[in-house]
């Protein structure tokens, strides 16, 4: 295990359904990421907290909304979302952002499927 | 780092013969490279890093080398076990210019060992 603590691990839901992802880190880390994970692609950076403040949002869709509560929780708040939305979605987290070693822990994922 | 192609790159080898993976990355500026390997159902992990500055770094069974005059990343393991079946991926870190940085994820290579 990681310490970093992803739920769900499988949603299935529709294009109307409003859900939440939740991303929980035991490593006492001040930055936490969320990454895109499409079949054959790169691993795409969505967003990124330090210390509870959003620093990074890159040009992602606004029917995906972050909330970071404090520096151990993330979640990730969806709705109308589009089939290909579809993808495995990761939670990392860092003692400092974009580390300067090999410090992000990655959760297991929730893999999302939009039907 | 990227991938060339459409297809995630597969490699088969035989249990106990040794694993070479390679990864191309395209920043002249990138300073900091990192392995990750992902098995299925789970998130990435760590396997090594090297920073710029250096061009071979040892771990334990994994050796990765770097060449910065062709921007060429490789992580080579030593007599594969099943247990290395999986994707791996190489990330670059590389300045944004406004003084953070930003990782740079490779689509990976499915490495298949065969008992």
């Known amino acids: 295990e990681t310490g970093v603590t992803q739920t769900p691990r499988h949603l299935v839901m529709g294009m109307t359904n409003k859900k939440s992802l939740k991303c929980e880190q035991h490593?006492?880390?001040?930055?936490m990421y969320w990454y895109k994970q499409s079949a054959k692609k790169p691993l795409e950076l969505m967003f990124v907290y330090n210390f509870k403040e959003q620093t990074e949002n890159n040009s992602v869709p606004s029917r995906f909304s972050p909330e970071c509560p404090n520096s151990s929780h993330l979640f990730l708040h969806l709705h109308t979302l589009q089939p290909e939305d579809s993808a495995l979605y990761l939670c990392?987290?860092?003692?400092?952002?974009?580390?300067?070693?090999?410090?992000?822990?990655f959760g297991p994922g929730t893999r999302l499927t939009v039907l | 780092g990227e991938s060339v192609g459409l297809h995630l790159p597969t490699l088969s080898v035989q249990e106990g013969d040794n694993s070479i993976i390679n990864c191309a990355y395209s920043n002249s500026a990138s300073d900091y490279f990192i392995w990750y390997k992902q098995e299925s159902g789970k998130g990435p992990q760590f396997i090594i890093d090297i920073r710029s500055n250096m061009d071979k770094r040892q771990g334990q069974r994994v050796t990765v080398l770097l060449n910065k005059t062709v921007k060429h990343l490789s992580l080579q393991i030593a007599a594969t076990q099943p247990g290395d079946s999986a994707v791996y991926f190489c990330a670059d870190r590389s300045p944004t210019g406004a003084g953070s940085y930003q990782l740079t994820f490779g689509k990976g290579t499915k490495l298949s060992v065969i008992p």
């Open positions: 990392a987290s860092s003692q400092v952002m974009i580390p300067s070693s090999h410090e992000q822990f």
């Open positions: 490593l006492g880390h001040n930055a």
